[in-house]
Nanobody
Framework: QVQPVESGGGLVQPGGSLRLSCAGS????????MGWYRQAPGKQRELVAT???????NYRNSVKGRFTISRDNAKNTVYLQMNSLKPEDTAVYYC?????????????WGRGTQVTVSS
């Protein structure tokens, strides 16, 4: 059973920091593109950041300069360091593992971790 497992969410004040972790058990972690997505109440799920197997990164504009995605293949873990958090960052954050082999997509999602930014 492939199931990314997120941790590290919580309640933080505006301007604060959190680090999310995602353990990618059950898959050959190092070959997957790993990503963080988020979904706020009443809104669609949106991409936050991705990191490829060769460590190329991509961020949504609103988090550039504040969030950093990284991976540790030896620990099968991807991280999202979130600094200077804003109330609009409040959402459930989901970890995703993605790989394409030929015409087949392999796409796995975690169950999410809640991040709440509030004073």
């Amino acid at each position: 059973q492939v199931q990314p497992v997120e941790s590290g969410g919580g309640l933080v004040q505006p301007g604060g920091s959190l680090r999310l972790s995602c353990a990618g058990s059950g898959l050959i972690f190092r070959v997957y593109t790993m990503g963080w997505y988020r979904q706020a109440p009443g809104k669609q799920r949106e991409l936050v950041a991705t990191i490829t197997s060769d460590n190329s990164t991509n961020y949504r504009n609103s988090v550039k300069g504040r969030f950093t995605i990284s991976r540790d293949n030896a620990k099968n873990t991807v991280y999202l360091q979130m600094n200077s958090l804003k109330p609009e960052d409040t959402a459930v954050y989901y970890c995703n593992a993605y790989r394409r082999i030929g015409a087949a997509d392999y796409d796995y999602w975690g169950r999410g971790t809640q991040v709440t930014v509030s004073s």
